[in-house]
């Protein structure tokens, strides 16, 4: 969905290094998500924004942190990559105004760490 | 805590066949419940979803899912599929706190032509 985009799309970094993915969107929703996706585990929630002085931890928030820099901005950062966070990263957006859990996702980033 | 099952891994169809993909969740209140579809190197979107009434579901491209709330699932299913439904698919129910989707672990689907 061109209302949610991720920059970069595609990132090779090396390990302890600090990295950022951002996401954007157009759609005017209040609430932000990151996942991560790995082959055959599906989606796990990193960490979720429903305002901008709201951030909560997900399933799996370990090693990583997030900012929401506006309603419309949020970014995850790994501090110190490390390899198993290779993975590729969904942002996602919902509507507390519409159903608060239908959700939009970004094109995802997909992350190396060599 | 809460989870969603989806019992196939990888099922590969032959064009036409008919299409049926099982989910199971664990949360026995009020369900929220969500089809999203991952076409290669694409991102997700959604094919269909539950929140009340008909438990019989449609969505787009062809695709309906049952709420059997005795059951616990929410079966995607197609009569016919094609060589373009070749993708990974999730199912997805709101958590008990009404904060996130709890997605499975996803089922991708080959269909030859």
């Known amino acids: 969905d061109a209302d949610v985009t991720q920059t970069p799309r595609n990132r090779i970094t090396k390990t302890g290094k600090r990295i950022m993915l951002e996401c954007s969107q157009t759609?005017?929703?209040?609430?932000m998500y990151w996942y991560r996706q790995d082959p055959g585990l599906g989606l796990r929630l990193i960490y979720y924004s429903f305002d901008v002085k709201d951030i909560n931890k997900g399933e799996i928030s370990d090693g990583y942190s997030v900012s929401r820099q506006a309603q419309a901005k949020f970014s995850l950062s790994l501090e110190s990559a490390i390899p198993n966070q290779t993975a590729l990263y969904f942002c996602a957006t919902s509507d507390t105004r519409g159903t608060g859990v239908e959700q939009y996702f970004g094109p995802g980033t997909r992350l190396t760490v060599t | 805590a809460q989870s969603v099952s989806q019992h196939n891994h990888h099922v590969i169809l032959s064009e036409a066949a008919s299409l049926e993909l099982g989910c199971n969740y664990s949360y026995g209140g009020t369900v929220n419940l969500f089809w999203y579809v991952q076409y290669p190197g694409q991102h997700l979107q959604l094919l269909l979803k539950?929140?009340?009434?008909?438990?019989l579901v449609k969505g787009i491209k062809g695709f309906e899912a049952e709420f059997i709330k005795s059951k616990f699932s929410f079966n995607l299913r197609k009569p016919s599929v094609q060589w373009s439904d070749t993708a990974e698919y999730f199912c997805?129910?709101?958590?008990?706190?009404?904060?996130?989707?709890?997605f499975g672990k996803g089922t991708t689907l080959s269909v030859s032509s």
């Open positions: 539950y929140f009340s009434g008909d438990p």
């Open positions: 759609k005017g929703h209040d609430r």
């Open positions: 997805a129910v709101k958590n008990q706190a009404g904060t996130a989707l709890i």
